[in-house]
């Protein structure tokens, strides 16, 4: 009928991302995309990966677009990929993963001299400070190159992120180091920092210029700080436990166990372990268990320990996978009942969720 208000279709788009490396590049990719019409997402910055949920008519080309204008790379998720593929795949994220170690190793093979030398008058000799500059200069060109490059984007697009901090600080501490060693008599011959406020040369004149070395050591030094943070994969959030979907299946009379179903999310940036779970309504206890099948299609459960969740993945549990095996009393539950269910979690400690008791056959598969 005329007049009535049209209603679309939602749905939900998973969207590659990459370049980002802080909270502040995950708040712009949201607030890029939330400016479509009808448009929400949630961006982890662990995994890489936006979850976008828009209107049927605002087509995926549109999302990444948005994304490519506020300043990262984007691509639609690839097909699952052929096991050569996948090989291939492997291969070079193993190769990335080995170029970023390498360059770690490097960087610190140079800044750990820098630092010394500069920290330990005793080991300073004749023009060491060159020796310093020599060594600094690849880590604030070579070293920092990543950070320079997305500080470079990030300024074309009107932005400032950690990498724009980085770099300017690298950038400004080389430079003034470089100017003082050339044109401000911290090059000169004989020249020592000792630990005082204001650094002299060997014949005791003051030479305030030596203070530019403190920057050349800390744009070595300091660098080498995010480096390893990002190299070593580390640069993420802390694991964020999302539990829901929570459903216990109606014990038949006379059964002493029955099983519940949930869907655990892990929303953060590190893995989790679900260790334990228990309920006061389940005074019997409930052990976690993968259900398995035999050779002749006979199901059977084993009981886990624990089950691991990475960083960005969930874990939905089914009649074919993991389960919970609930200890239950005939007739103490009815339908549609809520039971509060407690999950432990190795590191996000313990949350707890309701599970609604729903028939048997009104659990799937799946």
């Known amino acids: 009928m005329a007049g009535e208000p049209v209603t679309s279709l939602m749905v939900t788009t998973d969207i590659t991302v990459g370049g980002m490396t802080c909270a502040a590049c995950v708040r712009r990719v949201e607030k890029k995309l939330a400016k479509l019409d009808g448009v929400t997402a949630t961006v982890n910055l662990a995994t890489g990966l936006a979850r976008v949920s828009h209107p049927e008519y605002v087509p995926a080309e549109d999302l990444v677009a948005a994304v490519e204008q506020a300043g990262y790379r984007a691509a639609l998720p690839a097909p699952p990929a052929r096991e050569e593929e996948g090989v291939a795949h492997a291969d070079t994220s193993d190769a990335a993963a080995r170029q970023e170690c390498e360059r770690l190793l490097v960087t610190a093979l140079l800044a750990v001299p820098v630092l010394v030398l500069s920290m330990v008058p005793a080991l300073q000799f004749r023009n060491w400070q060159w020796l310093c500059f020599a060594l600094a200069a690849p880590v604030a060109v070579w070293s920092a190159w990543p950070f320079h490059a997305r500080a470079v984007r990030g300024l074309r697009h009107s932005m400032a992120t950690m990498d724009t901090l980085v770099s300017l600080g690298v950038v400004a501490s080389f430079s003034w180091s470089a100017y003082a060693l050339f044109l401000g008599g911290a090059g000169d011959p004989g020249m020592r920092m000792p630990f005082s406020l204001l650094p002299s ?15 050349l050591a800390a744009c070595a030094v300091a660098l080498a700080g995010p ?30 166990e029955t099983s519940a179903y949930f869907r655990v999310a892990n929303e953060g940036g590190s893995a989790d372990c679900l260790i334990r779970v228990a309920s006061p309504g389940a005074p019997g206890g409930i052990a976690l268990s993968r259900h398995r099948m035999t050779e002749g299609d006979a199901a059977y459960d084993t009981t886990i320990d624990s089950v691991g969740i990475a960083a960005g993945d969930s874990l939905a549990m089914s009649l074919s996978g993991v389960g919970l095996t609930v200890s239950a009393a005939s007739g103490q539950w009815r339908s549609g009942d809520l039971v509060p269910v407690t999950f432990e979690f190795r590191r996000s400690g313990r949350v707890t969720v309701p599970a609604v008791v729903v028939r048997p056959d009104s659990v799937s598969l799946q």
């Open 201 to 215: 040369a060997s014949d005791g004149t003051a030479h305030a210029a030596l203070a530019a070395l403190v920057p």
């Open 227 to 256: 480096t390893a943070w990002t190299s070593t994969g580390k640069a993420g959030t802390p694991a964020r436990i999302r539990v829901t979907d929570g459903r216990l299946v109606l014990p038949s009379t006379g059964a002493a």
